[in-house]
């Protein structure tokens, strides 16, 4: 059953993306560098303001740019009346230890682990094993109704995005809910290359967290204290930096090719992650005690931001990078 902060997290995933334009013409990947910077743009603006937030959203961006990618012109189609009618979705792949999620004569059994979204979203594309890999599915979760674990999402930050352990059993799905034969999911370079969305919305938590800092000491009147100006300056820098990070890799995107497009993403994410964790120390140092109650606005996106930051494989990311230093797909520019 669904509690009134649910409901309330559900309707203002409506509106945001209703406000972005995408309920009327849904994402799609991006055929231009200038398109791809737009959708980042959004992404990051959001994460600014709400990081759990910006994680439902940036979700609901996958999903669809997923089923635009290998849906028939019919699921295509159908996803874009449902849209245009409020739907919203997500993707859950992590797969729930024990009982990985199987689809077998038409039946759903298992479930998903870190389900972000859990009974905000009106719908869900997942990955089920079949016998040939892996199959997608995009389920209606008013007719697929799971059992949703909502215990076990117990975290210090990102409480607001519902991110929840699901399970069915022996639920029955349609064919026309399989989305592009098996094993796509995977496919780069979009699988890993889909990262950035994630990291773009980890840069806008970066000057959110500039922008509640300068709030703070403006408000307090110690903004002028020139141990806080350099603080102020040094989130600046972090901000901007995270910001020209996203915009550049975005950019290289439709220049580069192969696994110089995937170890550039890779860069992308780990600058961001460091400038990221940088501006939370500076953060607490700048405002002190008054940060960690749990009324100040800095409070949450520091905390949110601390768990979103968590990523899975980051040390694949930094090896990634250094081998294509090594073999001269990476290398420093202007």
Request: glycine letters at 10%; a negative charge; zero cysteines.
């Amino acid at each position: 059953m669904r509690d009134r902060g649910m409901i309330a997290m559900a309707q203002l995933v409506r509106d945001t993306i209703e406000a972005s334009g995408w309920a009327h013409n849904p994402a799609r990947d991006p055929q231009t560098a200038e398109e791809y910077v737009a959708l980042l743009r959004t992404l990051y603006e959001i994460g600014r303001r709400d990081l759990p937030l910006a994680r439902l959203v940036e979700g609901h961006v996958d999903a669809v740019q997923i089923v635009g990618r290998h849906g028939t012109m019919q699921q295509v189609e159908r996803l874009r009346e449902l849209v245009a009618q409020g739907a919203t979705l997500g993707v859950w792949n992590a797969g729930l230890p024990g009982e990985p999620l199987r689809l077998d004569g038409g039946r759903l059994t298992g479930g998903k682990s870190y389900a972000s979204g859990a009974g905000v979203l009106s719908h869900a594309l997942v990955t089920a094993d079949v016998l040939d890999g892996v199959q997608l599915i995009l389920l209606d979760l008013a007719r697929t109704e799971p059992e949703i674990d909502r215990g076990w999402w117990q975290v210090t930050g990102m409480q607001r995005s519902e991110t929840h352990r699901v399970r069915w059993d022996g639920v029955l799905t349609d064919e026309d809910d399989l989305i592009g034969i098996p094993n796509v999911y995977a496919q780069e370079p979009y699988f890993s290359g889909g990262a950035l969305r994630f990291v773009a919305v980890h840069a806008g938590g970066i000057a959110g967290i500039s922008d509640r800092v300068r709030d703070h000491l403006v408000r307090t009147d110690r903004a002028s204290d020139p141990f806080q100006a350099a603080r102020l300056a040094e989130l600046f820098a972090l901000a901007d930096g995270a910001g020209a990070v996203v915009r550049r890799a975005a950019t290289r995107w439709f220049e580069e090719q192969g696994e110089a497009r995937l170890a550039r993403i890779a860069a992308a994410r780990l600058a961001v992650t460091d400038a990221a964790e940088r501006s939370i120390v500076i953060a607490r140092e700048a405002v002190g005690l008054a940060s960690q109650f749990i009324t100040h606005p800095l409070s949450a996106m520091l905390s949110d931001l601390a768990v979103y930051l968590r990523q899975p494989v980051p040390d694949a990311q930094r090896l990634r990078v250094g081998r294509a230093v090594e073999g001269g797909l990476l290398a420093p520019s202007l």
